[in-house]
């Protein structure tokens, strides 16, 4: 059974994910590193924003530039395994761009239900995209991403995701001339690594503490 939580903003989707995978995550190995790893989670950003005073605070802005960066920029990135960026795979994938492929599509058909976007390439052996598959759909006149993730880590990267994932929905939701809706993330493993556990609990406390 998928575990799924409601959230209003960025930040408060990072750190309830986290106090999620804390409670009811199981101990992995992943290589020589261990985690904790929930399975088949879903988290619900109903009102996101990049202005997110939880990610401003305790988030690492270098690793946001750095996913932005992944996400819009057309090239290779060396510190996966030299892949494709997100930002080739959407915008340039074999001379063909699918952001644009998407705007057309919801414009021909403003009910469409597969203006749907596959991030995985035949060829990625070295390195398997960790967000999979990027849906759009206008629904209530706003614009709705949903995002398939084979594997995120919400203890260092997940808010830099959901930002550099806004900011795509904030072009396409642009281009359509229609605001932009909630983001939904289903996550197939959701986990904190060891490293990390230790600054999110911290985070989580100060959180608490006001």
């Not at 946001?64 to 510190?79: G, H, I, Y």
């Not at 998407?102 to 596959?118: F, G, L, M, Q, Y």
């Amino acid at each position: 059974m998928m575990k799924s939580i409601e959230c209003n903003s960025i930040g408060e989707a990072w750190t309830e994910s986290c106090k999620c995978i804390s409670s009811q995550g199981l101990p992995m190995k992943d290589g020589e590193q261990m985690l904790k790893e929930l399975l088949h989670f879903a988290v619900t950003i109903k009102n996101p924003s990049e202005n997110d005073e939880i990610v401003k605070r305790f988030g690492d802005k270098a690793m946001v530039d750095w996913m932005l960066a992944n996400f819009l920029e057309q090239k290779r990135v060396p510190e996966l395994k030299n892949a494709l960026s997100y930002g080739t795979r959407l915008f340039n994938l074999n001379g063909k761009n699918q952001i644009e492929w998407v705007i057309k599509r919801i414009k021909d058909k403003p009910e469409c239900k597969s203006a749907t976007i596959s991030l995985i390439l035949p060829d990625d052996d070295g390195y398997v995209p960790c967000v999979s598959m990027l849906d759009f759909k206008i629904r209530a006149s706003k614009l709705v991403l949903t995002v398939f993730c084979r594997s995120i880590d919400f203890g260092n990267k997940v808010y830099a995701n959901m930002i550099a994932l806004h900011r795509i929905q904030e072009l396409v939701a642009k281009a359509l001339a229609v605001k932009s809706g909630e983001i939904v993330m289903c996550v197939v493993s959701a986990h904190i690594y060891d490293k990390d556990y230790g600054g999110i609990q911290g985070v989580l406390e100060a959180l608490k503490n006001g």
